[in-house]
């Protein structure tokens, strides 16, 4: 079966320092997300992507953050000057449809030092 | 108001018995999608079943049941037979109209006790 994978599984970066996170999403997949989680709290959305652009953007979403599709496969998030809060495990997740229900990738654990 | 609630931080079932996990879930759009998803301890976001609002019969997938009553709002799922590899968090998830922003629960922790 098709899956969202997630590259790296864990990344440890200096507070301050510019991350990349990147993802696969699902071939023929059109809708594109990212989400994170902060160590035992919920997730919580960040972006949602689709048609080369963003489509929704949470409150967390901020300056901070941007998204990118540079080729026909990846998907990534860009967080610039990470700070201690960044901390958390981060998801990407792509749909097909509307009424497709979104399917995950396994995560990136992003720990800021 | 929250989208999505569960009010269950933690819930205990015996193996072999059936387990509900509660979601209620706030929204006027008439149109919206409810979903439950499992995350292991390892981490990874598992989907389970999907529920439309305009669905008429409750979704079933295996040991997987939605508990759909629209006019309460709430989308409790079931777990049948429940098995040691169910321990797990449990997140309850909408997607209101076509937006593409999916709202999620705070999650319960289920665990199975052999």
Same mark, same amino acid.
């Given at each position: 079966e098709p899956e969202v994978t997630q590259t790296p599984s864990h990344q440890v970066t200096q507070m301050g320092q510019e991350v990349i996170l990147r993802c696969v999403p699902i071939s023929n997949h059109l809708y594109f997300y990212w989400y994170r989680q902060i160590l035992g709290q919920k997730v919580e959305f960040l972006v949602s992507f689709y048609n080369n652009e963003i489509s929704e953007k949470s409150e967390i979403f901020d300056d901070q953050f941007s998204v990118e599709r540079p080729d026909g496969s990846n998907f990534t998030l860009k967080i610039r000057s990470t700070k201690l809060e960044d901390s958390a495990m981060y998801f990407c997740a792509s749909r097909e449809t509307v009424n497709q229900p979104q399917h995950f990738g396994d995560g990136t654990r992003l720990s800021i030092l | 108001a929250q989208k999505i609630t569960q009010t269950q931080p933690g819930m205990f079932v015996q193996e072999k018995e059936a387990v509900t996990l509660d979601c209620t879930y706030d929204t006027s759009d008439p149109s919206y999608g409810l979903f439950w998803y499992k995350q292991p301890?390892?981490? =990874?976001?598992?989907? *389970?079943?999907?529920? /439309?609002?305009?669905?008429?019969? !409750?979704? $079933? =997938?295996?040991?997987?049941?939605? !508990?759909?009553?629209?006019?309460?709002?709430?989308? !409790?799922?079931?777990?049948?037979?429940?098995? *040691? /590899?169910?321990?797990?968090?449990?997140?309850?998830?909408?997607? =209101?109209? *076509? /937006?593409?922003?999916?709202?999620?629960? $705070? /999650? $319960?922790?289920l665990t199975v006790i052999p």
């Open positions: - | 301890s390892s981490g =990874e976001m598992i989907f *389970l079943i999907y529920q /439309g609002s305009y669905d008429q019969q !409750n979704a $079933t =997938e295996g040991r997987y049941s939605l !508990n759909f009553q629209k006019a309460r709002k709430s989308a !409790n799922l079931v777990i049948s037979a429940s098995q *040691l /590899g169910d321990s797990a968090m449990y997140f309850c998830a909408m997607r =209101e109209g *076509l /937006g593409n922003q999916f709202y999620f629960g $705070t /999650g $319960t922790s």
